[in-house]
């Protein structure tokens, strides 16, 4: 069984410049989360998407947003690009919740690492 | 809210010498799910073990064990005989009844050195 596929794995942007990022979970799975990864805050929590719709969002600004298509691929997309947004982007997979099911867990991709000069 | 706290942020230990690893989860849920996540240098966070706050006993797989006080909210992650490959971040993270929503430690850094 494949893995979840993150791409691009590296982009490079300037400040203003709009970005997508794609991921496409483990086959079977709905859920997909978002989460960033920067070396001053850590992993934080962007979004979850479930059968296209969002079920859980973070605590981040409009800029960040993300949609789920009904093959439960997803993108990710930042606006109008800062410097802070530099970090790595993972994407996490999931049947459903972790509290559905004893032996749930999230399935996490290799990231897209976005650097903003 | 809850909070992940790892206070170990690099641990270097010899081949074969046992690593453990703290964590402390503070919640004011009852019913939660806890991991521990490793990220080697490739970037990916590979899933290591769960256990949900109503388990009752701690577990053994493997080289992995680990230690779930509920007084105390630590989560605590041992690897025995430990090996090259075991060099990574490792992560805590816990997530509440209701979504996919994993709150994370800071890491731990562990190397071992041959």
């Known amino acids: 069984k494949a893995g979840v596929t993150q791409t691009p794995r590296y982009l490079i942007k300037t400040r203003g410049q709009q970005v997508t990022l794609s991921c496409s979970p483990i086959?079977?799975?709905?859920?997909v989360s978002w989460y960033q990864q920067t070396p001053g805050q850590g992993l934080q929590f962007l979004f979850e998407?479930?059968?296209?719709?969002?079920?859980n969002k973070g605590n981040f600004p409009g800029r960040f947003s993300g949609r789920q298509f009904s093959n439960s691929r997803s993108e990710m997309n930042v606006s109008t690009l800062e410097l802070g947004d530099s970090a790595l982007y993972l994407c996490?997979?999931?049947?459903?919740?972790?509290?559905?099911?004893?032996?749930?867990?999230?399935?996490f991709g290799s990231g897209t690492q976005l650097s903003v000069l | 809210a809850q909070k992940v706290t790892q206070a170990q942020t690099e641990i270097s230990v010899v081949e074969k010498e046992d690593v453990t690893l703290d964590c402390v989860y503070e919640?004011?849920?009852?019913?939660?799910?806890l991991f521990w996540y490793k990220q080697p240098p490739s970037g990916e966070l590979v899933f290591l073990i769960r256990?949900?706050?109503?388990?009752?006993q701690n577990e053994i797989s493997g080289r992995y064990s680990w230690n779930f006080q509920k007084s105390t909210s630590s989560f605590n992650f041992t690897i025995t005989a430990s090996q090259v490959v075991d060099s990574a971040v490792y992560f805590c993270?816990?997530?509440?009844?209701?979504?996919?929503?994993?709150?994370f430690g800071g890491g731990t850094r562990v190397l071992v050195k041959p």
């Open positions: 998407y479930f059968s296209e719709t969002q079920r």
């Open positions: 996490a997979s999931s049947s459903d919740r972790v509290g559905d099911s004893t032996n749930e867990k999230l399935f």
């Open positions: 086959s079977g799975h709905r859920s």
């Open positions: 919640t004011r849920d009852t019913t939660y799910y």
């Open positions: 993270a816990g997530a509440k009844a209701a979504g996919n929503k994993l709150t």
């Open positions: 256990r949900n706050s109503f388990d009752e």
